[in-house]
């Protein structure tokens, strides 16, 4: 895939702004799962996923973009939700 010269520089210039998010929603959700023993585990959303989200028009610009950290917490059955 190529990316946008100005959307790699933005990103690369914003991610150790989303890795610091990581860290902190990190923090919350491992204390929580360890708590109830539930699996966890969390990323930054990598450039040509985001690149892609701005390209098709998904969102306008950077500043609408809302998932730049995605994270998944997996439960044993639904009578945990």
Not at 1 to 14: E, G, H, S, T, V
Not at 19 to 42: C, G, M, P, W
Not at 46 to 74: C, Q, T
Request: avoid cysteine; hydrophobic fraction near 40%.
């Amino acid at each position: 895939m190529i990316i946008p010269k100005d959307i790699a520089q933005n990103y690369y210039f914003l991610k150790p702004h989303f890795i610091k998010v990581k860290e902190i929603v990190d923090q919350t959700l491992i204390n929580f799962t360890s708590q109830y023993h539930f699996a966890y585990s969390s990323r930054v959303k990598e450039l040509d996923s985001l690149s892609e989200k701005i390209e098709s028009g998904r969102y306008k610009d950077w500043n609408s973009v809302d998932d730049f950290v995605g994270a998944v917490i997996i439960v044993p059955n639904i009578n945990y939700e």
